[in-house]
């Protein structure tokens, strides 16, 4: 069975730390490693994180450059062969999940499961939400990412590519799956287990807009000038394509949109 370091990432957010922390101490599964990094929290983070440290194979409380830059400390701490980022406000989505994963036999470089994604207000938002795609391709990548609550990403491929551009303040675990996946033609696998639910309320899910106008400065920076020119005809209109997805979910809404596109009216900017 193969090891697995979870690592959870936190700052001043003790309720949604209580939340993750329950659901990784009452894991049916035990044999894992935890890491926890607390980037100085003011809160009660430290007194939670104290009180659970029989079950942390270790933690440390300071400042750091932002949530990437924790989980980079994370990741060097990792002795496990799949690293698994379940950060404060996320959590399994049972007390199996674990179980259930190490039975598998966990082959790709990248292994890639389900999510719910959930809010504070509505509960459950998707459930079962995963990819819409069965193997990965740039465009597919650009459009719908990849979440880290549902994907286990194998240590070595750190050491092989390098960790996370935290200067890439809501982008840097896509940038790192576009430099792996794509880029180094690392291998993707999927998994039917819904892993864990994903709290949707965070910085790269508040701004669907901003996500994607800073996804577009990533892939111009990593992506050569010859791909990219065939993409920049497709990405001006980015965020139109999501919206369209959901239209063609909503017909009535889809023939209006259809009326007013055919009169030049531009419905989305």
């Known amino acids: ?3 697995i370091s979870i690592i959870t990432v936190n700052k001043d957010n003790a309720v949604g730390l209580k939340k993750t922390i329950n659901s990784i101490v009452n894991q049916t599964y035990t044999d894992y490693e935890w890491i926890v990094i607390d980037a100085a929290s003011k809160d009660e983070s430290v007194d939670l994180i104290k009180q659970y440290a029989p079950h942390i194979s270790y ?4 400042p750091d450059g932002g949530i990437y830059a924790g989980m ?4 060097m701490k990792a002795t496990g062969e799949y690293v698994y980022f379940l950060n404060s406000g996320d959590s399994f989505v ?13 082959l790709g470089d990248v292994v890639l499961g389900k999510i719910n994604i959930c809010s504070d207000k509505k509960g459950i938002i998707k459930k ?15 459009l719908y ?6 994907s286990l990403i194998k240590r070595t491929l750190f050491d092989e590519c390098g960790l996370y551009d935290y200067t890439c303040k809501i982008n840097a675990d896509w940038k790192f799956f576009a430099e792996v996946l794509i880029l180094r033609n690392k291998t993707l696998q999927h998994i039917p287990i819904t892993i864990a639910n994903y709290d949707a309320t965070g910085i790269s899910s508040v701004n669907k807009q901003q996500l994607l106008r800073d996804r577009q400065e990533v892939f111009n920076n990593i992506i050569p000038e010859r791909i990219r020119k065939d993409y920049d005809k497709v990405f001006p209109h980015y965020y139109e394509v999501y919206r369209i997805e959901w239209l063609l979910k909503h017909r009535i809404f889809y023939k209006i949109y259809r009326m007013l596109t055919s009169f030049g009216i531009r419905c989305f900017k």
């Open 128 to 142: 079962d939400y995963m990819v819409p795609y069965s193997d990965i391709t740039l465009f597919s990548l650009y």
């Open 59 to 62: 933690w440390v409380s300071e």
């Open 94 to 106: 049972n007390n199996e999940v674990l179980q259930s994963i190490v039975d598998l036999s966990l």
């Open 72 to 75: 980079n400390k994370g990741i």
């Open 1 to 3: 069975m193969p090891k």
């Open 145 to 150: 990412g990849i979440p880290h609550q549902a």
